[in-house]
């Protein structure tokens, strides 16, 4: 749910002259709090062994990584287009826990795989000689967030084996705020930039809805298994696709409508 509203408000602050690259840097500090709130349940006992922060950063520069390569993906494509396209990275976290963690599936989640390619073709589709065409960028972006997602996704579920759900997200909190000065340094001040309610404090006030289910993602990975929970966590661009076209009064193409209706079926049967 939390992903779900923050993937249909995320272009609001863009929109009202905020530049995606620094919305990463606030989406960076609003993990803090979330961070914060964790280590206060453990009694800020973190796990600093070699393997712990190796993996903790995997987890967390695979996330951060996807989510700076998200807002600048947001720069050449839409929300309602990009999200159902990336939320189906559990494609990925599913045969990566079948092959290498041995958990079981089954015919129905083949399905669901299939018919995640279909709606990617589908998602993927542009008009030739279409005059709002914005070229592949955004898709060839969308798809390395959809590789980094999904090997997080992974990571993260085994690494809950060994380490506190709180270890994790610590490390995620950090690997974000080590990666903000990329996104400083991506960012092009030569445009005007609202530094007013709408921009940077209108930011925090969505991006946290992203670390509140960052949050809740590590926790529900702490009891459940991958195979199930990473998929479940696919429903939210349902939500996104419904309040984006509500919000922002569009009506997609045949070929995007499409997709857009495949992707939900795929990623509510890999949910099932």
Not at 53 to 60: E, H, N, Q, R, W
Not at 214 to 223: G, P
Not at 243 to 261: D, E, N
Request: glycine content about 8%; proline content about 5%; hydrophobic content about 60%.
């Amino acid at each position: 749910m939390f992903w779900g509203v923050w993937g249909a408000l995320i272009e609001v602050p863009q929109k009202a002259g905020f530049p995606p690259t620094l919305g990463y840097i606030v989406w960076a500090f609003t993990m803090i709090p979330c961070a914060l709130v964790a280590m206060y349940l453990i009694d800020w006992k973190i796990e600093t062994d070699k393997r712990s922060v190796f993996l903790g950063s995997a987890i967390g520069l695979l996330g951060a990584g996807g989510q700076l390569l998200l807002f600048e993906a947001l720069l050449q494509g839409t929300a309602y287009i990009i999200f159902p396209f990336i939320s189906l990275y559990p494609i990925l976290t599913i045969l990566l826990s079948v092959v290498i963690l041995k958990e079981k599936t089954n015919l129905l989640k083949w399905i669901g795989i299939g018919t995640a390619l279909v709606a990617i073709y589908f998602l993927s589709y542009q008009e030739p000689g279409s005059s709002d065409s914005r070229g592949y960028l955004w898709l060839v972006l969308s798809l390395f967030v959809f590789v980094a997602w999904g090997l997080q996704a992974y990571v993260m579920k085994f690494s809950n084996e060994t380490m506190k759900a709180e270890s994790i997200f610590f490390y995620m909190a950090v690997t974000a705020l080590v990666l903000s000065p990329f996104a400083w340094w991506m960012t092009d001040f030569s445009q005007p930039i609202n530094w007013g309610f709408k921009g940077p404090y209108l930011a925090a006030l969505v991006h946290v809805l992203n670390s509140v289910g960052a949050l809740m993602l590590v926790y529900a990975l702490r009891y459940g298994k991958a195979i199930i929970v990473v998929p479940l966590t696919g429903l939210a661009p349902v939500i996104t696709i419904v309040l984006s076209l509500i919000l922002y009064s569009v009506m997609p193409g045949s070929m995007l409508m499409i997709g857009l209706v495949f992707a939900v079926v795929a990623i509510a049967i890999l949910s099932f």
